[in-house]
């Protein structure tokens, strides 16, 4: 979440189902003069791990990326997802066939939603446009879900609240199209069944 006191970004884990807190809350975003906001976050059961994502803009406007441990410290630094940008909102989802990140948002020059994809690895591609709308009052809210079949996503956005816009976007890597769930390497004694993903 952005921190009401200042520009920075914070975060803290919740139980699932019971809703408790759990840990300390972790500073995602130092404080800056920067104007910061629209943070989201994508778990990586792989990595056991989360990607965080948010806007930080004002002379310039960026995506901003951070990996954050399963325990919720901070892992390495922030780095640029994409050298744009808006307040208004931004998608993240991890797609489990290709163990990659994407990350939707209104442009604040173009307006449309563009993105940007984080591998596995953490490392930002280039950005793209998703949408081309030919809006001329603006599109915001983008948002972002993974198919749990395909190397897809499915980006939606608001034309200024005129109308809903939807895009499917597929991944360019396919290089973890299989993976071995269970069991783990080196694993002795356990039944013949197999899962694939």
Do not use: C
């Not at 104007?35 to 994508?42: E, F, I, L, Q």
């Not at 901070?74 to 998608?91: Q, V």
């Not at 446009?129 to 603006?138: N, P, R």
């Amino acid at each position: 979440y952005t921190d009401p006191t200042g520009q920075g970004i914070q975060g803290r884990r919740i139980r699932a189902g019971s809703l408790e807190p759990q840990g300390l809350t972790a500073i995602i975003e130092e404080y800056s003069t920067d104007d910061v906001g629209t943070p989201a976050a994508a778990y990586d059961p792989v990595n056991n791990r989360y990607l965080t994502a948010w806007y930080r803009g004002r002379f310039s406007f960026n995506t901003m990326g951070r990996m954050v441990a399963a325990d919720g410290t901070p892992s390495g630094d922030r780095f640029t997802i994409a050298p744009n940008g808006t307040h208004s909102e931004l998608g993240l989802a991890r797609n489990s066939r290709t163990g990659t990140f994407l990350t939707v948002f209104a442009h604040h020059d173009i307006l449309d939603i563009f993105g940007a994809q984080v591998s596995a690895a953490g490392v930002p591609e280039p950005m793209f446009q998703v949408t081309v709308s030919a809006s001329t009052t603006g599109v915001d809210y983008a948002r972002t879900a993974a198919a749990t079949g395909r190397p897809q996503w499915l980006v939606t956005g608001n034309n200024f609240w005129d109308k809903a816009l939807g895009q499917r976007v597929e991944s360019g890597n396919t290089s973890a199209g299989v993976q071995k769930l269970t069991p783990v390497n080196g694993a002795i004694g356990v039944p013949g069944n197999a899962s694939l993903l």
